[in-house]
């Protein structure tokens, strides 16, 4: 028998699972963490209970008694229930992820599922799934957003990238470097700080800074609108010190 549209606001699934630290009876770990003081292990979970026949038995796809389907998807690891969504079990993450599979590949040095269009392509953090979004502070690795991979390798949960865009803010939080390609950005400054010529007591000052994209230390002409390295022309860059003074030319 098919599966049966129950479930909670998390998974579409027709059974209760019977918590291993406190044998309460809730459809996902996620609606049992939020209303308890202790965390459920998903990996313990021995007992389910039918929404259907109200029949307690082992965790398994199909009801002992109704034989109904308590999800289209069922992991006998993780002991997930839920539509049909091309989930896999990745052994090397050791939990569930959304497919297809054949869409995705495990880094071992992000010990991460990236999208095949990554593979070769992307800069290698270790472990990075293992640390918090740097924006909400939540879990990445485990959680049921999908994770936003920066050019400098660092995660944020999509919605926290979709959001911190929103405001205008494009750098990482965690090493500043620039969340996107930044070049046509760059070029419209150019433009305005050609157009915007400094006042005359600062047209010769300079300053040191240091860049943010590609950790080039350099010398260049101060602007109040921004400072541009001269090592890959971003302008995200962070000032190193106080202007220096030059003497205009005869």
């Given at each position: 028998m098919a599966a049966s549209a129950l479930g909670c606001e998390h998974y579409i699934r027709s059974c209760l699972l019977k918590a291993p630290c406190c044998s309460k009876l809730y459809v996902c770990r996620l609606c049992h963490d939020a209303k308890e003081n202790h965390q459920m292990d998903r990996f313990k979970v021995k007992e389910v209970l039918c929404s259907i026949c109200n029949r307690a038995q082992k965790a398994q796809q199909t009801c002992e008694g109704c034989r109904i389907k308590f999800?289209?998807?069922?992991?006998?690891?993780?002991?997930?229930?839920?539509?049909?969504?091309?989930?896999?079990?990745?052994?090397q993450c050791g939990i569930c992820r959304i497919g297809p599979k054949e869409m995705y590949f495990h880094c071992v040095k992000c010990n991460l599922c990236l999208a095949s269009d990554l593979r070769g392509n992307h800069k290698c953090v270790e472990n990075v799934s293992r640390q918090n979004c740097p924006v909400c502070m939540e879990d990445i690795h485990t959680s049921r957003i999908g994770a936003q991979v920066l050019p400098c390798g660092h995660l944020l949960h999509k919605t926290c990238f979709k959001e911190m865009s929103k405001t205008g803010a494009y750098r990482c939080p965690l090493c500043m470097h620039s969340a996107w390609d930044m070049t046509t950005c760059w070029e419209e400054l150019d433009k305005e700080i050609s157009q915007t010529p400094m006042p005359t007591e600062y047209q010769n000052s300079t300053v040191k800074i240091l860049c943010n994209d590609c950790q080039t230390h350099c010398t260049v002409q101060f602007?109040?609108?921004?400072?541009?390295?001269?090592?890959?022309?971003?302008?995200?860059t962070a000032q190193d010190g106080g202007l220096i003074n030059q003497e205009p030319q005869e």
């Amino acid at each position: 028998m098919a599966a049966s549209a129950l479930g909670c606001e998390h998974y579409i699934r027709s059974c209760l699972l019977k918590a291993p630290c406190c044998s309460k009876l809730y459809v996902c770990r996620l609606c049992h963490d939020a209303k308890e003081n202790h965390q459920m292990d998903r990996f313990k979970v021995k007992e389910v209970l039918c929404s259907i026949c109200n029949r307690a038995q082992k965790a398994q796809q199909t009801c002992e008694g109704c034989r109904i389907k308590f999800g289209e998807y069922y992991c006998d690891i993780c002991h997930l229930f839920d539509k049909d969504k091309k989930q896999y079990h990745c052994e090397q993450c050791g939990i569930c992820r959304i497919g297809p599979k054949e869409m995705y590949f495990h880094c071992v040095k992000c010990n991460l599922c990236l999208a095949s269009d990554l593979r070769g392509n992307h800069k290698c953090v270790e472990n990075v799934s293992r640390q918090n979004c740097p924006v909400c502070m939540e879990d990445i690795h485990t959680s049921r957003i999908g994770a936003q991979v920066l050019p400098c390798g660092h995660l944020l949960h999509k919605t926290c990238f979709k959001e911190m865009s929103k405001t205008g803010a494009y750098r990482c939080p965690l090493c500043m470097h620039s969340a996107w390609d930044m070049t046509t950005c760059w070029e419209e400054l150019d433009k305005e700080i050609s157009q915007t010529p400094m006042p005359t007591e600062y047209q010769n000052s300079t300053v040191k800074i240091l860049c943010n994209d590609c950790q080039t230390h350099c010398t260049v002409q101060f602007h109040v609108l921004g400072m541009k390295c001269s090592g890959c022309g971003s302008y995200n860059t962070a000032q190193d010190g106080g202007l220096i003074n030059q003497e205009p030319q005869e």
